[in-house]
C-alpha cells in the first residue's frame, strides 16, 4: 500500500512563499505520476503541477507557470511544491497524489486535471492561506 503524508502550509501574505512536502512510503512498481492538486470552497479541485518519478518533465497549470515548482527527492522518497509570488487566489486546499494517468504525467499539470480514478493514492491535505 502506497501512503503519502503531507506537511507545510501555512498563512502568509501576498508575495510570499512557502513549500509544501509529500513523503511517500511504499511499493510503488516503476515510475509513476506524481502531482500536486488544490481545492478552492466551491471550486472544483484541479492539478497544479504534475512530474513523472525518474526526471520526468514538469507540468504545470497556466496560473502558477513561473511560480510554482514541483520536484522530487528520490533519496529521501519525497515531493515538494516551492511556492513563490503567493497570490490571495493561490489560497486553497492543497493534496499531493499518486498514480497512473493514461494521457501522460506532465498532461495532468499543464491541463489542470482532477485526479480522479488515476490517482489512487492521496495525501491527507493542508491549507494554504493567502492574504492580500
Known amino acids: 500500500e502506497v501512503q503519502l503524508v503531507q506537511s507545510g502550509g501555512d498563512s502568509v501574505q501576498a508575495g510570499g512563499s512557502l513549500r509544501l512536502s509529500c513523503a511517500i512510503s511504499?511499493?510503488?512498481?516503476?515510475?509513476?505520476?506524481l502531482g500536486w492538486f488544490r481545492q478552492a470552497p466551491g471550486k472544483e479541485r484541479g492539478a497544479v503541477a504534475s512530474i513523472l518519478t525518474g526526471g520526468g518533465e514538469p507540468g504545470y497549470a497556466d496560473p502558477v507557470e513561473g511560480r510554482f515548482t514541483i520536484s522530487e527527492d528520490k533519496d529521501r522518497n519525497t515531493l515538494y511544491l516551492q511556492m513563490d509570488s503567493l497570490r490571495p487566489e493561490d489560497t486553497a486546499m492543497y493534496y499531493c497524489?499518486?498514480?497512473?494517468?493514461?494521457?501522460?504525467?506532465?498532461?495532468?499539470?499543464?491541463?489542470?486535471?482532477?485526479?480522479?480514478?488515476?490517482?489512487?493514492?492521496w495525501g491527507q491535505g493542508t491549507q494554504v492561506t493567502v492574504s492580500s
Open positions: 511504499g511499493n510503488i512498481a516503476g515510475r509513476i505520476c
Open positions: 497524489a499518486a498514480g497512473y494517468p493514461p494521457g501522460g504525467c506532465r498532461t495532468v499539470g499543464r491541463r489542470a486535471r482532477a485526479g480522479g480514478p488515476d490517482f489512487p493514492y
